[in-house]
């Protein structure tokens, strides 16, 4: 509730923890960060820079703070559990894949690569003639951070953001998202602990609690650019405010996606088990509460599309009901389902809506024809949209035309999924075009796969045309520290004053590119 | 003058090509584009864009624009010429530099390294499981261009933003500047006769007139990014109407640039001559019209500043009067040198402003103390923005402290540039963490050397921190291509299927990284 008169308006108002299997609340956290309290959490980040910009220390820093998470792994996924509901064996593996990707981070900065150093020797015969010019990348200043609701820790205070960041030199603010204030301090706890360890200043990671702050913070003059994660409402209002500021800064945000899959024909004919029960368990995985959800499935029709659809049906049953995150996304969920249900044409086969109980929700599945969900003008469009929780929309489809049609209809994706039969993937029948009209509309392209599960790896791309998100960047995977980083050349420079990691004998040894080749 | 009736807005205003030599019309080129025009354009740019599909099909048509450039040289430098009283030698000089820039795009294309493969196999043991993935990048889209007053050939219709652009696999769609329209037409029509070499549709240049045609141009909702070189005021106009699409596109704009020269006292003292003469030549090479002229010069008080100043103001006087690209800047010019000069504690002992004719304009320089320059809330921030033409402000520094207090206050340039003195060059003498405080200024820090000039060059880094540019990109180099793709992400998807470049044979022998480690 927002604070009204003006005595309201000087007391800070409580941060609470709140238990999503009750809706009850387990504690206050703390309180919502002033404007005075974002300036010093900005202030301090900037002034803990400095010591971020020896490679040695950043490593060090990023490993300590995988090592810190660890020692309290059992108390971080408790109160996580307590937080979110989303269970102690998925919360382990959170955490555990946060601390291989700051430890992966680690290895980056090690490495080198990522300063991308780039020499041009002189060259009088040029024209303009060339002088000798050495490029590499430098830190851009203070980062701020939006958290997910949806992964308490690795799209939250230490998350990929966060730890990207670091690897490129930043110090971070992250806006904790309210699904999760307690466990957002605890994290924060660790980070600091970890920077201690290395003489890095605490307030290299500010943390601030509640909406004015992240407001506050995204138009702070010394923050240079931001990572969100969330809705497309909120990320899209952020990404405004970015773009209006007097200096305009990057804004990396990931907002919403609704992850097509197209299943041909044959795929359907030969495995409708398999893709039936795959596509449950990935829709449901989390309680629908994945960015990378398969929210729409194109299913041919006919028997062996029913057939994959009854399989759907069948293992849904057997995944039960589900804790969302908090009162109002599951309240969105079971509004956001009924006003697709009651559409003409929409049929709901498996019906997603309200638990057993008042604090859970049951997963299920709605279908149309793909011709009626390819309209111009249409109130089915809102089937196009994301809808968080455990739902998927089954497209049926009459012919290939039809699905492509559909499928030219939609924003951008995060991730766009094929399935086909064993001839298909072989090239040996099929379309083989498929692959290649799905790639414009994701950042991620599966085959024969489910897009849950993003893995953290030098190759993966987790980002996509808008709205999936705003940049053409990746917020997952090694080069998501490019984010952070701007590039400068230094001319005619001699040698005695160059940053090192640009003098001609290579102290560092970096990798490098001289005179248009890599050197080894 | 803006269309007023209804009548005048029906029938399309006729662009002119002006001789600034005498303000009078040359010739009527076309007329500016309507909107169905601008809308045409941007379909038939993109409906050439599968034939840059390509790499040998781009590259090809590079080398032949090139090609195309060099066979219509007399022409196009004669009209360009007649045009924008550049003279014949810089023209020639600068269109043979947009052919070598057209060529080494080719080359990058060729090469490869800019798709960025990536490769990380299966892991079956980390946590999350990597599976196969599998990265490179690809073409946006349709990118429009907006050409630079100031470099008819190499900041205009086949300059550095469309061949990159071409590089990276995208059409373009050219919106004109008003200073050289015939220049234009004559570039655009090379263009096409080298796409028709390779039979790529002449739609994949589009070249629009017109301040209205450039507004629809960023709202089209087929045009995927923009390239943009020119001021402060209608780069931030486009860069929001870019933010505000639907669908927001990348917009990479080179906006303004102070380009601040700091002269330590030794470097005064060593070399007043070559310094005073060196920095007269760079501030008036192309009658002061150049994105990296030195604006800003911060100079020591006392004997050998002086000296310094001396020279200057000798060496402007052998420069003489030039003629400027329209009537409005030289107008522009003419105040803005008023209105500086009239200031408080600034003294103007060589006085720029109009040239011994109506169409000249003499070449000068503005003195006051840093200190007074370094104020707070003053009329003197005046004197820290952008003038175009051949004047540049000299701040008289009294000591170190003053000079840095100054430089904290500028805003973000394309460079900075360092005069220092032999001893200090080799790190025996002086401040030596002078290069690491200017660096934050600038994307280019230039060391004894003068920032006009701008090599093509793989370690060349053409952009800086706002309002240098819009984003953290360059504009001249090999990784200007960057600017024009994206990532995309194959996961689990059979040889068979994929894009050539990413097959695991690596059949077109790209460079690559695989598992973390560079192919050779």
Excluded at 145 to 154: E, R
Excluded at 256 to 273: K, M, Q, Y
Excluded at 328 to 357: C, I, K, S, W, Y
Excluded at 493 to 505: Q, V
């Amino acid at each position: 509730m927002p604070a009204s008169g003006p005595e309201a308006n000087t007391a800070p108002r409580p941060v609470w923890s709140i238990d999503p299997r009750t809706d009850e609340r387990r504690e206050q956290v703390g309180t919502e960060a002033t404007p005075a309290a974002v300036d010093a959490a900005v202030l301090a980040a900037h002034a803990a820079w400095d010591t971020l910009a020896d490679r040695g220390v950043r490593s060090a820093f990023l490993r300590s703070t995988a090592d810190e998470l660890e020692r309290s792994r059992e108390e971080l996924v408790a109160v996580a559990d307590a937080e979110t509901a989303l269970g102690a064996p998925r919360l382990n593996g959170e955490l555990t894949r946060t601390c291989y990707q700051l430890r992966s981070f680690a290895d980056t900065v090690d490495e080198g690569s990522f300063l991308d150093v780039i020499i041009s020797h002189p060259d009088a015969s040029a024209t303009p003639p060339v002088p000798d010019l050495r490029r590499y990348k430098i830190p851009l200043g203070v980062v701020a951070v939006y958290s997910a609701s949806n992964f308490p820790f690795a799209f939250s205070v230490a998350g990929g953001d966060t730890a990207s960041a670091f690897a490129a030199g930043c110090p971070v603010v992250v806006k904790a998202h309210p699904d999760h204030p307690a466990t957002s301090e605890l994290t924060a706890a660790a980070v600091r602990r970890a920077a201690a360890e290395h003489a890095v200043p605490e307030g290299v990671l500010g943390l601030v609690h509640g909406f004015d702050a992240g407001v506050a913070l995204i138009g702070h003059p010394l923050v240079a650019a931001a990572g969100f994660t969330g809705s497309v409402r909120g990320g899209r209002a952020l990404f405004d405010a970015a773009a209006a500021r007097p200096v305009p800064i990057p804004f990396h945000g990931e907002l919403g996606s609704l992850n097509p899959v197209l299943v041909t024909p044959a795929a359907a004919a030969e495995r409708p088990e398999e893709i039936g029960s795959g596509l449950a368990a990935s829709m449901t995985m989390g309680t629908g509460q994945f960015c990378v959800k398969p929210g729409l499935v194109l299913v041919p029709e006919g028997a062996a599309g029913d057939e994959l659809l009854k399989v759907l049906g069948q293992s849904l049953g057997e995944v039960g009901a589900g804790v969302m995150l908090d009162r109002r996304m599951r309240e969105n969920f079971v509004t956001g389902v009924a006003e697709r249900a009651q559409l003409p044409h929409v049929e709901a086969p498996v019906r997603p809506g309200p638990g057993p109980d008042a604090h859970t929700v049951g997963p299920g599945f709605l279908t149309a024809p793909a011709a009626v969900l390819a309209q111009d003008q249409s109130a089915h469009a809102l089937l196009l949209e994301e809808c968080f929780g455990p739902v998927t929309i089954v497209a049926r489809y009459a012919d290939p035309a039809e699905a492509q049609t559909l499928l030219a209809r939609l924003p951008g994706n995060l991730t766009a999924t094929l399935h086909v039969s064993g001839p298909e993937a072989a090239g040996a029948e099929g379309d083989p075009g498929l692959l290649a009209r799905l790639t414009p509309l994701a950042g991620r392209v599966l085959v024969n796969a489910w897009p849950t599960g993003v893995a953290v790896a030098p190759a993966q791309h987790h980002g996509g045309p808008y709205p999936a998100t705003t940049s053409t960047s990746t917020s997952v995977g090694t080069t998501a520290a490019e984010r952070w980083l701007r590039p400068v050349t230094y001319q005619s420079t001699p040698d005695a004053l160059l940053p090192p990691e640009l003098r001609e004998s290579n102290p560092l040894n970096l990798p490098r590119v001289v005179d248009g080749l890599r050197e080894d």
